[in-house]
């Protein structure tokens, strides 16, 4: 049975940083991983990706603020959000598939991840 647990939420000033962290459990064998997050009011998407061999997918409005890892010895995945923003308030979701894509390629954005967490709030004020 899998299962992923999110942690590290919170409220924060804009400029401020925040680092959330996933706990994935059943898994065996490679599997890629991300974060997506639904602001208020809007739909879920996608903010950043990793396959099991490291590489990396990152939304432009995140790019250079935000850094995904994984640390597959300790089956957690992490998301260190820096110089945050207003427009990052949202529910994050960590989600996971070991039908990593060919080639050690990241995973689209738009990837249908198996799957998911059970969300953790980011509040990011001015």
């Known amino acids: 049975q899998v299962q992923l647990v999110e942690s590290g939420g919170g409220s924060v000033q804009a400029g401020g940083s925040l680092r959330l962290s996933c706990v994935a459990s059943?898994?065996?064998?490679?599997?890629?991983m991300g974060w997506f997050r639904q602001p208020p009011g809007q739909e879920r998407e996608g903010v950043a990706t990793i396959h099991h061999y490291g590489s990396t997918r990152y939304t432009d409005s995140v790019q250079g603020r935000f850094t995904i890892s994984k640390d597959n010895a300790k089956n957690t995945l992490d998301l260190q959000m820096n110089s945050l923003k207003t427009e990052d308030t949202a529910v994050y979701y960590c989600?996971?598939?070991?039908?990593?894509?060919?080639?050690?390629?990241?995973?689209?954005?738009?990837?249908?991840?198996?799957?998911w967490g059970q969300g953790t709030q980011v509040t990011v004020s001015s």
């Open positions: 059943g898994y065996y064998g490679p599997y890629c």
């Open positions: 989600a996971a598939d070991p039908r990593c894509p060919a080639w050690s390629s990241p995973p689209s954005l738009q990837f249908d991840f198996r799957d």
